[in-house]
């Protein structure tokens, strides 16, 4: 097969052409374009933690830190930078080698920008690669992180443009378009992709994906993210999605964004580990790995372990690639089940 090559030039017709492939062969193509660019048998493992949950003033329908819906979930202030460090310890010593951030914020706020450029001082010298979603970003702040030392940062783009504002009125599309800019502008990593599942049409879907594959640089790191329903949210009682748009969803992720780590984000608690093995299989090389992710399950982390050794795969290292370290990670994860309320989905 030819070379896939990065276009950010997709149109609607050709990913359109891509989801409507017979699914073998779609999943043959996305396989074959995997290995073209990445080892198919290494996984890359992040660890999200909530630094700061509740309270957020953004009305996105599916998120129930969200002040407009009344959820069950408590409200918390910003984390001490010690807690944060410490759980971040903890997720290293379980195989993760990226540590995620993530704040219910519209935007940080001035006072909180030195707590916060702290964290990501003392989590990078852990050894470990560092990532934050906080909502916008402005120039500033930007680069005000990416000084701190910050590899990546996250704002996913959620859905369509024609989709979006069913699912959020708070903050505009170009709000999100505008903050991934200040990203790349500072020199930052662009961690970003979406929900599917929100009860949008398979257009959605395709259009979704074209804005990430169609940026002006594609996403180092694109989560998929299934919809996890969560009680008092508008999307409570949304339709399930097939499982199989699911994994199509992933395949044409590979396919249209070779070079990209696609991440199996929220939503893998519903998927059984065959799901999850196609989604590997069709292209998905990084998973969030703990028990929660921001506020809803995520399959406990030895169980992740136990599927990676069941294929054969091995968890990717930015430092060691070895089988001695794989072996110890492993034993680690099984015999310390150790977890925290605080791990929560992306």
Known sequence: MEQAQVRNDWTLSEVKALFNMPFNDLLFQAASVHRQNFNPNKVQISTL???????????????PQSGHYKTDLERERLMEVEKVVEQARIAKSKGATRFCMGAAWSDPKDRDMPYIEKMVKEVK????????????????????????????YNHN??????????????????????????VRDAGMKVCSGGIVGMGEEAKDRYGLLMQLANLPKQPESVPINMLVKVKGTPLENVDDLDHFEFIRTIAVARIMMPKSYVRLSAGRTAMNEQMQSMCFFAGANSIFYGDKLLTTDNPEADSDMMLIKKLGMSPESVEDYSDEAYAASLESAIADKETSELFYPA
């Open 49 to 63: 933690l909530s630094i700061k949950t509740g309270a957020c003033p953004e009305d996105c329908k599916y998120c």
């Open 157 to 182: 783009l959620d859905t369509s443009p024609e989709y979006y504002q069913q699912i959020i009125t708070t903050r505009t599309y170009q709000d999100r378009l505008d903050t991934l800019d200040h």
């Open 125 to 152: 010298e852990l050894g470990l690669e560092t990532c934050m979603t906080l909502g916008m970003l402005d120039n500033d702040k930007a680069h005000a992180l990416r000084d701190a030392g910050l590899d990546y």
